[in-house]
């Protein structure tokens, strides 16, 4: 598959590491050249510039890409590039990464597919704390991706 | 249970909110006194202060703590926060949260319960990128909590 990743903080370059891994053609979008430092051992191909520029989409192939994944710090930045991405050039599957629980729900009504990381991660240590069982992810996930 | 959160950032927050409402006796520590605001119905307490500071810890009650957690945005703050917890007052369950992938590995070698919501959401973005069905959360954590 062709997968546009944008960010590459410890969420993009994780994921661009692992799927490159897997064979995966991918292309990774940040507007911090430091940013890049983090793709050890990564056979994909970096693209410096913003995510949010077309021309930028454009040079990360995006006209053929299969998937496009949104992990920058920016809620707000995740969920405009993943719009732009589906709405402007058609790409299949899209995913947003959202910090806060309270605009996840918002995005959800939009049927932008998220996932809310702080609920993951809260429902889960939660349920440590109180020594229950980890279930399901869905069971944590308010907000589910299409 | 008598529970310590460390860190009253998005994560500390609906953490806090949900054992709260559980009917757990919840604290929360943040040393920004701006971060409170998030506490939204929030029925626990509130200190303010640093929390690798023992007196502070002591105001939050750590010695009849069944549990701390410790979830501010720095790795090494949790880490030795959790250690302070559970070697200096002896809390039953401690658990820190790591964003670097890296160190939640050195961390494991050490004993010292962490969760590396990092790996968590990649894996679970990868999954759902590729059209995988998601798995059990441990098969996404390299570092599972004790």
């Not at 920016?74 to 590039?81: K, L, P, V």
């Not at 947003?96 to 009504?109: G, K, L, Q, V």
Request: aromatic residues 6%; charged residues 25%; contains cysteine.
């Amino acid at each position: 598959m062709n997968i546009i990743i944008l960010g590459c903080g410890r969420m993009g370059s994780t994921m661009a590491i692992r799927l490159a891994r897997e064979g995966h053609e991918v292309y990774v979008i940040d507007q911090e050249p430091d940013a890049f430092r983090r793709l050890r051992d990564f056979t994909g191909t970096t693209v410096l510039g913003n995510g949010l520029d077309p021309d930028v989409l454009k040079r990360a192939g995006i006209k053929r890409a299969d998937a496009f994944v949104a992990v920058t710090n920016g809620d707000n930045r995740n969920i405009t590039s993943v719009q732009i991405a589906k709405e402007i050039f058609n790409v299949p599957k899209v995913l947003a990464r959202i910090y806060d629980p309270m605009r996840a729900s918002a995005y959800e009504t939009l049927g932008i597919p998220t996932i809310c990381t702080t609920m993951i991660g809260a429902g889960l240590m939660t349920d440590f704390i109180l020594g229950r069982a980890w279930g399901d992810v869905s069971s944590y996930c308010e907000i589910l991706p299409d």
